[in-house]
């Protein structure tokens, strides 16, 4: 290991320790890597970088356990496509990090392992479900971290912890070695200090991949460069929709104030409708445990992970499922499998489907009417405090801005546009399919005009 590659992990790991462990810990980090340079190129265009990945991503060095007891000590075979991407960029894979169980949540409250807590004001959540990786890059522990999107993941702690946060077009990364909540909805994301940290990373692990049939292959674009450039000429859509009478005037505020950015850099801005968006909460939540309810029918107590002896094959599979998942993990499997169940399944999943469709129906009609990107909250409010929430539909109704991209599969991405009571909001970039680039445009115009 070379003499800067030293002290890289040396100031990294000593800034960990500073902010992460201990009684008054912010608990972002679940593993640590014990060689991170290992194998690292020494060419590549992250060389040197340390970089975060969540637990729910694949690794070979540390364990991924998704913030579950039912994975505890489970280090995976082989390693993800994007992790492999990043260390052939150079990247030393530090840390994997804290997360709602199994990706459901959007506090990391949920995790196994105790809540995140948010290094703006700790006594207030990271959001989730991907809080530790928004968490450890707004600590400054590292400048790039790895989450995963399912209905908002990576939008939303990004805006409580007043980073950036890339959620790609459903087929613009790959999602091999990333543990499947809800396939159809997953993606990994990108967490960044800037809206350059961001680009570069999400231009790293972008692309086709033959690991995954849902991967498209089209030219990935210079996303550092399109961060720079100008807005001049574009059309921003208002959805009206995303700024309803109750929203928070502070937050409105602030998003009025960024609109107010974009028209001074040359951009138009018009008033937009995407009417089915009030279907969207009871739509996702709908298809995600359903398709939960598939993908961790694997984590039986047979092949791998914890397991808990009953009576007869059917004790076991009932002793350790009840014990290895936690509360939020086992509602979602029960309402899935309801809503999958003989009977109901027309009555709920193949109905939610056909609005879904009317969604995504909604943002293409948009996008052919000539606005180039969509711009709205990330969130309806800033962080909550620590165990303010415990009406689950009170939960749900965080992802209320952010899981209509994941039903639709357009990327979208946050950007910080101020504070509210010392606490940031994040203004949110919608997008066509695989129309990143204006996204990242609109973003880096933002940021600039807030330094």
């Known amino acids: 290991m070379t003499a800067a590659l030293q002290e890289t992990l040396r100031a990294t790991r000593e800034r960990a320790a500073a902010v992460n462990a201990g009684r008054d810990g912010l608990n972002l980090i679940l593993w640590e890597n014990d060689d991170p340079a ?86 207030r959540v990271t959001g989730g479900s991907s809080g530790g990786s928004a968490g450890v ?14 209905g908002g993941s990576v939008r939303q702690p990004a805006a409580f912890c007043g980073v950036v946060g890339v959620k790609p077009t459903y087929g613009r990364v790959s999602r091999y070695g990333l543990v499947a909540f809800a396939s159809s909805l ?49 059309t921003i859509g208002r959805p009206k929709e995303y700024f309803p009478d109750g929203l928070d005037p502070a937050v409105r505020a602030r998003c009025d104030e960024a609109l107010d950015h974009l028209r001074a850099a040359g951009a138009t801005v018009r008033d937009v409708s995407l009417p089915h ?21 694997r984590f039986d107590g047979v092949r791998y992970g914890f397991r808990v002896d009953g009576d007869g094959l059917t004790g076991m599979y009932t002793r350790t499922r009840s014990e290895g998942f936690g509360k939020e993990v086992t509602r979602r499997i029960l309402l899935g ?13 193949r109905r939610a489907q056909e609005v879904r469709a009317l969604i995504t129906a909604d943002f293409l009609r948009v996008f ?34 952010t899981c209509t991209a994941n039903l639709a599969g357009v990327p979208g991405i946050s950007v910080p546009i101020g504070t509210v009571g010392a606490l940031p909001v994040g203004g949110q970039i919608m997008a066509p399919h695989f129309g990143e680039a204006n996204m990242f445009r609109v973003a880096g115009a933002l940021e600039r005009a807030q330094r």
């Not at 060419?43 to 070979?60: E, S």
């Not at 890059?137 to 999107?149: D, F, M, N, T, Y």
């Not at 009030?278 to 709908?286: E, F, K, Q």
């Not at 499998?337 to 999943?349: C, E």
């Open 368 to 401: 052919a009417s000539g606005v180039d990107v969509l711009f709205t909250p990330t969130t309806p409010s800033p962080a909550f405090p620590l165990g303010a929430v415990s009406d689950p539909y009170e939960m749900y109704l965080n992802d209320i801005f």
């Open 337 to 349: 499998t309801y809503v999958l169940s003989s009977g109901y399944y027309d009555a709920y999943y």
């Open 186 to 234: 997953d993606q990994v994301g990108v967490f960044g200090r800037t809206v350059d940290d961001a680009a570069h990373g999400l231009g790293i692990i972008a692309g086709r991949d033959p690991m995954d049939a849902t991967t498209v292959d089209v030219p990935v674009p210079d996303y550092r460069t399109a961060a720079r450039g100008s807005v001049a000429g574009l």
């Open 137 to 150: 890059v707004a600590a400054g522990i590292v400048p790039i971290a790895l989450g995963s999107e399912t």
């Open 38 to 123: 290992a194998g690292v190129p020494s060419d590549g265009p992250l060389h040197g970088v340390p970089v975060a990945v969540k637990d729910n991503i694949a690794t070979r060095t540390m364990p991924t356990t998704c913030g579950s007891h039912i994975l505890k000590g489970y280090v995976s075979p082989y390693e993800a496509t994007v992790v492999s991407r990043l260390r052939a960029a150079g990247a030393m894979i530090v840390y994997k990090t804290n997360m709602d169980e199994f990706a459901m949540g959007s506090s990391t409250e949920t995790s196994a392992y105790g809540p995140a807590r948010n290094p703006i004001d700790r006594t």
């Open 277 to 297: 968006t009030d279907l969207a909460i009871p739509v996702y939540y709908i298809v995600a445990p359903a398709e939960a309810s598939s993908n961790l029918a």
